[in-house]
C-alpha cells in the first residue's frame, strides 16, 4: 500500500512541475559542449524559457513529455518514498534515544533512491527525449522523433533492445541516490524540528509540507550537477549498437562537461531550480507536495503510523 500511495502522490505534483521539468530539460541541453559565448542562446532564463516554449511550441508544449512523467513519478517514487517509508516504520532510521539518526536517513534515502532510479529508467529516457523535442527555431540537444510514449518505447525496443530501454541509468543511480539521499534525510530532521517548535498541529499536513520545502533547498544545491549529467546521458544520440556518441558513461560526461563548459555547465538551470523555489506555492513545494500528500493520503489509510520507539 505504502508503494501505491507514494506513487499516486508524486503524480499529484507532477501535474503542476511538468512545465518546469520542459523548462529545465531545454535549459541543460543548450550549448551542450559548448564554451559560454559560442553558441546561441534561445533561453536566457527560466521566465524567457516559459514565453519562448510557450510562444513558439504552444502551451501545449509546456507539458511535453507529461505522460511518461506521470508514469516515472508513480513507479520511480512509488518505490523511493514506499520502501523509505517501509524502513522508517521499521524504526531503523531512530537511535537508541528515539531520535532521528542523519547518518541512517542518508543510508535508507540512497538505497530507496536506487531502487526507484532503476525501476523508472526507462519512462525518464522517454520523458527526457519527449521534452527536449521542439520546433527547429529553438530546438537544443539531439532531436529524437518520437511519437509519443508508447511510440518511444517500442522504437527503442526495437532498434536496442530491452538493455536500449534502460540506457543512462548509469546516471540516473547517482543522481536519485545523490537527491533522495538529501532529502529524505533533511525531511525527516526538518519534520522532527518542526514537530519540536509546535509551529503547527502534530497532525497537520503543513508539517510535511515544511519539511519538505526545507530539504528541497538542499536538493537543489547537491542534485543539479548529476540532473545535467543524467539529462544529457539520456538524450544523446546513439549508434547502431546502441552506444553513445557524445559520452561513454556517467565519469565521462560529468568531465567533458566541466572541461568544456566548466562549473557553471554543471549547475546549468540552476536558475529554473531557484525560480521553482519562488515562482510558485506550488513549485515551491515540489518535495513537500510528495510528502505532504503521501503523508495526508497514507494517515487517512492508516498506512502511515509509525511505531512506538
Known sequence: MDFLLSGVAACGACLFTNPLEVVKTRMQLQGELRSRGT????????????????????LSGLQKGLAPGLVYQFF???????????????????????????????????????????????????????????????????QYKHQGMIHALKVIYKEHGVLGLWRGSSAAVPRVSVGSAAQLSTFSASKEMVLDLQVFPKNSWLVALSAGMIS??????????????????YNQPVDHLGKGQLYKGFADCFSKALKKEGLTGLYKAWEHHISALVLTPFCLCFSGMNFASFTVISDSSGTGKQKTH
Open 39 to 58: 553558441y546561441q542562446v534561445y533561453y536566457r532564463n527560466v521566465f524567457h524559457a516559459f514565453y519562448t516554449i510557450g510562444k513558439v511550441d504552444g
Open 76 to 142: 520511480m517514487n512509488g518505490f523511493r518514498l514506499g520502501s523509505y517509508s517501509i524502513i522508517e516504520s521499521s524504526g531503523y532510521i531512530h537511535n537508541k534515544n528515539g531520535k532521528v539518526s542523519t547518518v541512517r536517513t542518508t543510508l535508507a534515502g540512497a538505497l530507496s533512491g536506487v531502487v526507484g532510479a532503476v525501476m523508472g529508467s526507462p519512462v525518464y529516457l522517454v520523458k527526457t527525449h519527449l521534452q527536449s523535442q521542439s520546433t527547429t527555431s529553438i530546438a537544443v540537444g539531439h
Open 216 to 233: 528541497s533547498v538542499v536538493v537543489v544545491l547537491a542534485m543539479t550537477p548529476f540532473d545535467v549529467v543524467s539529462t544529457r546521458l
